[in-house]
């Protein structure tokens, strides 16, 4: 849990090429996207509530070419900044926010829910140019808003412990597209 303390979030400017994070949209295009979904507080069980969220969302099938990707990354921030002992991961998903969308405060991880997730990962698909709004916002372990229009670049990738406060401001121009995986593991000692 030191680890975590002394770096609650890795942020990895420009990680992925232009060219591969444009394939992956094509890819993600592809999909059966719909209208995400926010897990009930206090259950498993996933609604559509677009006071939380309004965005769209498919998910690519376990062991695509794009998990690796995104584990890759993962495994090398893990190994170098945490340690943690991740024993699953949840498929990649795949996340459209268009002009008025969002997804408001909210951790990835519920305690009363029998998921463990235990270290996010997200991707960010789209040229900041090309949209207005829809930045990514997150707490640290103080409470303390933080937010880098670094985090804007394409291919950039975010690592945090799942337990961390986070959002998507609106998009007022144009579509922001982003990757999210979960990993889950024992609880942080």
Not at 169 to 184: I, N, P
Request: glycine share 8%; aromatic share 12%; charged share 25%.
């Amino acid at each position: 849990m030191r680890s975590v303390m002394q770096h609650p979030i890795v942020f990895l400017d420009k990680f992925l090429d232009s060219d591969l994070c444009d394939f992956i949209v094509k890819q993600g295009k592809k999909l059966n996207v719909e209208q995400g979904t926010v897990y009930e507080p206090g259950s498993d069980k996933e609604s559509m509530n677009e006071t939380i969220r309004k965005a769209q969302t498919a998910f690519f099938e376990k062991g695509h070419w794009v998990e690796s990707i995104i584990q890759s990354a993962l495994q090398s921030v893990n190994q170098t900044t945490w340690q943690a002992r991740l024993t699953s991961s949840e498929p990649v998903q795949f996340g459209v926010y268009g002009q008025g969308e969002f997804y408001g405060e909210h951790k990835d991880i519920d305690l009363s829910t029998p998921i463990n997730r235990k270290l996010s990962i997200t991707v960010q698909l789209t040229d900041p140019n090309y949209y207005k709004g829809g930045d990514f916002v997150l707490w640290g372990l103080t409470g303390k808003e933080l937010r880098n229009d670094e985090w804007r670049n394409k291919g950039s990738i975010l690592v945090f412990p799942s337990f961390l406060k986070h959002k998507v401001e609106k998009v007022t121009k144009g579509t922001r597209m982003s990757l999210v995986q979960w990993y889950a593991g024992p609880e942080w000692n």
